[in-house]
Each structure stands twice: as structure tokens, then as C-alpha cells.
């Protein structure tokens, strides 16, 4: 088999990512295919009918030898204690664990708040906010194969640092590169919906000083509210839910120390979570559910994880981690294709038919884990620091049927930690299915497309489930589909809490969404959001307000339309208008990729504007910025495209391209930056002109069907704008989805 025949010949975006993030070196699908599946015959069916997939860390590294990769995608680092050197031994565990591929959750609720007297010179502690921005540059500074690692860092709401830790990121410049939330308990929530005051205590056990801050619970709620409103940032988890309700909530010998980057997986200090995922799209069988071929896949997904997490136990980064992943033997099996699976069961995702469909599924994928986890526990004995306790969870009594209960009596568990439903981007962008329980994020969209060898075209492409069903029926106009075709924009956020209860009530671990709000929402839309997750007993969830200053998301042809870009008008400059045809070259430079994107008049061929983009902050990076503007500067003041590219041409070398032309061999043409981008100008300004000599692919904006992007598109390439709002491989604009940032362009995502 190939993986075109797997993903279809049609799939290039497909292809592109298995070649790009999945295949090794010159192996082809089928040996792809038994180094995933460990030779597993049952989950190599299950992949290629596209019932089951792995995840992200498993199809990249399960397998390889000539590397020391970890096949799990995120881990919960050892809570720092009180002390400088708890503090920077943590930097030094992040480190490590990039460094092996993984992404990391830290919780810094055990340090000191600022003022708290300590016996050195500085006399007063800074503070635990303050150690953040510290592990965030550790994030920034650790390279995994061409992106930067993920980190969660998170509080407790009784910290007194509480209120500077929700401020934090209101600085655009601060604590960039993770994730931050607020651990909230159920007292804090009560107190927020009575108005009641909330104390703010700690105390140091070294010097037995309490310090203590009040303030109302409804202000602080607020806060935190009008910043994710505001910045996006920060998210809440719904604490006393995340630590009762689970396989060990009677286990007083377990506790959760934290939550990977997208919060679906709350561990313990030192835990993993070993990811797969289950598409519920390829159970409907004549727009019916099939629950025997889906719990059998379930069973297969158990036994699978379970031999990934066995093999992998000597390849995690750290000791840490490996005594405590063999004690509790968490891994994390879950679900995507939702959307889909509605869709072609004429379901819509806000109905209650929808939910009630997904409860029965929730409790039979739960069930079924659980006895499969029972039975392996009767081959191989339960996990290490396996309880009786375990039996008396509400989670298992409320997700198992008799008949899986004597047998868990009879043998115990194999794994603390059954369930979760993380990001999916990459991989269901691959398989071209919807991402974990998110509704479609719209039925059209504008995609730039990147070939790893070619340029890059703009296309209005349609979702593919939407594609399908318009193609069956003779739609032209998506304006024609049916009631169940819902979008993120068209749902409303009561019902993505609603619907993601359903599945929480059947997931031990937890679930990562996001929902996406339009920019005219409401402060008090966001709080009514928590609000009513924490009612339904959600353990975190992820609001985005598209518009918010961390700006980013990908817009719809029906959003609003954003300020055009202005062209200089002194002198002879050339305005520059949007009726545009764009080209791209991926460059390989002395320090890594450079994105070359030119756009060219579609009637003379003539170049019009440039935009450099390294995917980095720093001197190199301003420096492209600085060169676009003065190439598109010289192109529409008339300076002819053989003159910018021999300026560009006759520029000395550098030392670091030497170097990596002499060591990888795998530079662009040229002996630095400038030549490197002069020559790509003058091979994409020819190939330009001879599309027009030929007549082809030259159309206008007028033209539905036209290959030019939007405005909207094209601002994503605005030097000015917020480094965090472009794809770091292809430079598109990244939308919010699943808890997660991914790329429908390229199929990059923040999680891997």
C-alpha cells in the first residue's frame, strides 16, 4: 500500500504532512506502517481503514533507534519547592524533556508569594510570578526538530501572587512562550456567585509567616474573565472536579501535580501522557452508530497504548518520570471526527439527539477501556501502586456495567488513568476529518497549500466532509446545506459546554476544546461560559475571542473584513493593491528556514511586495523585516526585478551558511540570506511569467473560484504583526481549535 492510496491521490495536503512530520528517512508506507503498529496486525487494519491513529509522538518516533525520542507527547514536572535551587533544577528538567520532544506542565502554588521574608540578601522574595518568565525562556531556548517546546504553568487559587499571575500576560512581551492557568476549587466558585469575600493565604514553613491578601471572589472572577476576553489568557481548571473525579479519588497516597499544555491530562509529578485517538466518523454505517465495531477498537487502542508504554518506559527524559509512569501507568486513549460523525448521521451538534448519542458512546468507550484494562490486569498484574479503593470511585460505578465491575474485583487495573480527548490538529487534518469533539470550524475556508519542493497557491477550499456531501448532492452554494452541517460560529456557547459535559462525564482524564467567540462577545459571555462549565462539571475549558490582542486566528469570508494594506502614495510609488497572485519559496539558511512569500501583478508579472518571515524574534528576524520593506518599496517605485535581485546577489557571505553548506549540505542557492532570497524573487518572477505567456491560472478576484487570498489572508503576512499569529512552517494564520494552535494550511500544530 502507499500512502497515497491510504490518504487519497486528491489528499496532497495529507501527504504532505505524513512525508514531512511522519516518515523516516526513505521508508515506505507499509514499513511506516509496522514500525507504528509494532507489528501489530490488528492496529495496522484499524489505522488503514482510519478507525484508529496514534498519536503525534508515537507515529514520529515509536521505532527509531539512531535517536533518543520520548512516544509521549507531554509531561507534568515535579512541583519546585521553596528554593532557589528546587526552582532552577525545574528549568533543568524542562530542558531535558524538550530536548527528548515532549512538552511540559509546571505549578508553581508551593513557592513563596512576593514580600515573604528569606535569609540572603535580597531579604524579601520576588515572588513565584516571578520565576515564570525564567521557565518560559527555557521553552523559547530548547529546539525540538524546528519548533520550540510547550509549557502550561499554573496557580493556585489561594496564592497570593493570585491576581499579579492573572495580569501576567497582559504584557505582550511576558512569559511568551507558555500557557498559563488558574487552578479554581469549588469554595472559590461558590464564594464568586454569592459575593462573598476570598483570603488569599500562605505560609512559609521555614520562618512560620503567614501572609494573607483579601479581596472579593466576584472581582477576582471578573479579572480573570475581562483578561481571557482581553488577551486570551488566562484559562481556569475547575480543581476539586479534576481531583474527584478519577479512577483514584479515594486513593489519599495519589495526587495530581499538575496538566500538560492543553490541560486534557492532569498527572501526578513526573506523569505522561501517551496519546491515541479513535474517529467515530468510520462507524456510521447507514447513518447508524456501530458499537460493536467501535468497542472492539477500543479494546484493540488499550492493548496498543499499553505495549507503546511499555517499550517506551526507558526513553523518557527523565528518572523521575520513568519510576512514575511504571507506578501509575496513565495513558490516554480518545476520540475525533465528532463533527463528522453528526454530520453523516444528519445529527445537529447542538441538538440533544447529538448529545444523547454521545453519552451512549462515552459510557461504552468507557466501559470497554476498563475492561480491557482488567483483563490485561489479569495477564500482567495491575499497575504498581494499584488500590481495592479504585472500586469505589463515582467515575468507574458510573461508567462500567456488572459484568466489567467482577472482573476489575477479580483482577484490578492496569492503568490509573484510562480516557482522554486531546488536540487532534495535525492528525485529522491528515486524515482530512474534524479535530477531537470541535464542531467544523466552517464549511469554507481560504488554505495556502505548501509542497515541500514548490510554491505555495491560495485556494477557497471547502471542509472535506462538506465537499463530500455538496459534491453527492449537486450543491454549489454552501448556503444550501442542511440544518446539520454546524459550525463553530453558528453554535452557541451554552451548547459546546452542554456537549462537552456529555463526553466529560465519561472521560477520567479530561477534554481539551475551545470555544471560539466571535470579537463582539462580552466580557460577561466569557463568565457566563465558566460559569456554566463548572455547573456541568467540566475540569477545564478553553475560551478564544476572536479579535482579542493575542490575535492570530484564522477569518472566514464572512468575517469582517480587515484594513487593507496601504501602498506609499509619494512620488512614482505604486499603490498596491489586493487583486494579487502569491508565490513561495521555503528557504534553508546558516540559522534554519526563512519563508520567502512574494505577490505579483496577475496581468504584467511584475513584483509588487515581499515578506520575509524567519518564525523567530530577535536581531536576523527585524533584519528581514527591514529587507522586505525596502524591496517592496524599490518594486513599486519602479526599480525593475533584475536590478533589486542583483543588488541582492552581490552581497558577501556569511559564516553560518558556510557552515551549514559544508556540515548538512542543505542550503538554498547562495552564501547568505539576501542571495538566497534574490535568487528565489528572480525563479518565482519567471516562473510567473511564463504562466502569463501561457495564459494560465491568472484570474481575478471576481472570480469565486480564484486562487488569490483575501485580504483577511494576506494580512496574515503583515511584518508588523504579533510573531504568534503565523504558522512557524508555512506563515498562515493559526486558528484556535480543540485547546490547541494549528495551521489548516500546513497541518502544524502547537502540540504537535
Known amino acids: 500500500m502507499t500512502v497515497e492510496q491510504w490518504l487519497g491521490k486528491d489528499n496532497s495536503l495529507g501527504i504532505d504532512i505524513w512525508n514531512r512530520k511522519y516518515k523516516k528517512n526513505n521508508e515506505t508506507f507499509d514499513e511506516w506502517l509496522d514500525r507504528v503498529s509494532g507489528n501489530n496486525e490488528a492496529i495496522k487494519i484499524l489505522i488503514i481503514e482510519k478507525k484508529f491513529i496514534p498519536g503525534g509522538r508515537i507515529l514520529s518516533n515509536r521505532g527509531i533507534t539512531d535517536t533518543r525520542v520520548t512516544y509521549s507527547n507531554c509531561y507534568v514536572i515535579t512541583p519546585p519547592e521553596d528554593n532557589i535551587e528546587s526552582i532552577f533544577e525545574s528549568r533543568k528538567k524542562l530542558a531535558r524533556t524538550y530536548s527528548y520532544g515532549g512538552g511540559c506542565g509546571i505549578d508553581l502554588s508551593k513557592l513563596a508569594p512576593a514580600g515573604a521574608k528569606v535569609h540572603n540578601q535580597a531579604e524579601q522574595t520576588t515572588g513565584a510570578v516571578s520565576f515564570m518568565q525564567g521557565y518560559s525562556q527555557t521553552t523559547e531556548e530548547i529546539g525540538q526538530a524546528g519548533r520550540r517546546g510547550a509549557l502550561m504553568i499554573s496557580l493556585d487559587c489561594h496564592h497570593p501572587d493570585l491576581l499579579d499571575f492573572i495580569d501576567i500576560k497582559t504584557s505582550p512581551d511576558a512569559v511568551t512562550k507558555a500557557n498559563i492557568s488558574v487552578r479554581v ?114 479494546a484493540h487502542g488499550v492493548i496498543y497504548l499499553n505495549e507503546v508504554l511499555e517499550e517506551g518506559l526507558s526513553l523518557h527524559p527523565l528518572e523521575e518520570q520513568r519510576q512514575s509512569v511504571a507506578d501509575w501507568r496513565q495513558i490516554g486513549l480518545g476520540i475525533m471526527g465528532l463533527a463528522d460523525m453528526l454530520i453523516k448521521m444528519e445529527l445537529p451538534y447542538d441538538s440533544e439527539q447529538a448529545r444523547h448519542l454521545c453519552e451512549k458512546i462515552g459510557f461504552a468507550m468507557a466501559d470497554q477501556a476498563l475492561y480491557t484494562s482488567a483483563f490485561l490486569a489479569g495477564h500482567n498484574g495491575p499497575y504498581n501502586n494499584y488500590k481495592l479503593c479504585v472500586q469505589k470511585s463515582s467515575f468507574l460505578e458510573n461508567n462500567t456495567c456488572e459484568s466489567t465491575r467482577e472482573v476489575i474485583g477479580a483482577y484490578g ?122 455547573k456541568e462539571g467540566l475540569k477545564g475549558i478553553t475560551v478564544f475571542r476572536n479579535g482579542c490582542k493575542r490575535l492570530g486566528i484564522l477569518t472566514t469570508d464572512s468575517s469582517q473584513e480587515k484594513e487593507k494594506e496601504k501602498g506609499l502614495s509619494r512620488g512614482e510609488i505604486i499603490s498596491c493593491s489586493d487583486n494579487l497572485i502569491g508565490m513561495k519559496r521555503r528557504l534553508t539558511t546558516g540559522c534554519g528556514s526563512l519563508h520567502c512569500t512574494a505577490w505579483f501583478d496577475p496581468q504584467t508579472g511584475d513584483l509588487m511586495e515581499i515578506y520575509l518571515n524567519k518564525g523567530s524574534t530577535g536581531g536576523c528576524a527585524n533584519f528581514m523585516v527591514g529587507l522586505s520593506r525596502m524591496i517592496s518599496l524599490a518594486c513599486r517605485g519602479g526599480v525593475k526585478i533584475e536590478d533589486i535581485a542583483d543588488q541582492l546577489q552581490s552581497t558577501g557571505a556569511c559564516p553560518s551558511y558556510a557552515s551549514r553548506t559544508a556540515t548538512k549540505h542543505d542550503t538554498s542557492k547562495g552564501a547568505c540570506c539576501p542571495m538566497a532570497v534574490g535568487n528565489a524573487l528572480m525563479e518565482m518572477w519567471k516562473e510567473m511569467k511564463e504562466r502569463i505567456e501561457k495564459g494560465n491560472s491568472i484570474i481575478t478576484l471576481a472570480d469565486s473560484n480564484s486562487q488569490i487570498p483575501s485580504s483577511e489572508s494576506r494580512s496574515s503576512f503583515n511584518p508588523e504583526a504579533d510573531n504568534g499569529a503565523k504558522c512557524p512552517e508555512c506563515g498562515s494564520e493559526l486558528i484556535q481549535e480543540g485547546g490547541c494552535v494549528i495551521c489548516k494550511s500546513c497541518g502544524w500544530s502547537k502540540c504537535g
Request: glycine share 6%; hydrophobic share 35%.
Open 185 to 298: 476549587t469549588d469554595d472559590f466558585m461558590e464564594a464568586v456567585i454569592n459575593d462573598r469575600d476570598w483570603t488569599m493565604s500562605f505560609t512559609r514553613p521555614e520562618t512560620n509567616e503567614t501572609i494573607t491578601k483579601t479581596a472579593k471572589a466576584r472581582e477576582v472572577f471578573e479579572k480573570l474573565c475581562k483578561n481571557n476576553w482581553d488577551w486570551g489568557e488566562p484559562g481556569i481548571l475547575f480543581w476539586d472536579t479534576i481531583s474527584n473525579y478519577n479512577l483514584l479519588e479515594y486513593d489519599d497516597s495519589f495526587e495530581y501535580a499538575g496538566t500538560n499544555p492543553c490541560a486534557e491530562e492532569p498527572l501526578p509529578a513526573g506523569g505522561s501522557c501517551l496519546l491515541s485517538s479513535i474517529n467515530l466518523s468510520a462507524f456510521v454505517k447507514n447513518k447508524e452508530f456501530d458499537f460493536n465495531d467501535f468497542s472492539e477498537t477500543v
Open 413 to 534: 487495573l492496569r492503568n490509573s488513568q484510562l480516557l482522554t480527548i486531546a488536540p487532534t490538529g495535525t492528525i485529522s487534518t491528515m486524515l482530512g476529518i474534524s479535530g477531537g469533539i470541535e464542531p467544523i470550524f466552517a464549511n469554507s475556508y481560504t488554505r495556502k497549500t505548501e509542497s515541500l519542493h514548490g510554491h505555495d497557491e491560495y485556494y477557497k477550499v471547502y471542509t472535506p466532509i462538506v465537499k463530500e456531501y455538496m459534491d453527492e448532492h449537486g450543491i454549489k452554494d454552501e448556503a444550501e446545506l442542511p440544518n446539520w452541517f454546524c459550525t463553530s460560529s453558528t453554535i452557541s456557547p451554552l451548547n459546546r459546554v452542554l456537549m462537552q459535559g456529555a463526553w466529560q462525564r465519561h472521560i477520567d482524564a479530561s477534554i481539551s476544546s475551545t470555544v471560539n467567540l466571535p470579537e463582539e462577545a462580552t466580557i460577561e459571555d466569557v463568565e457566563e461560559i465558566y460559569l456554566n462549565a463548572w
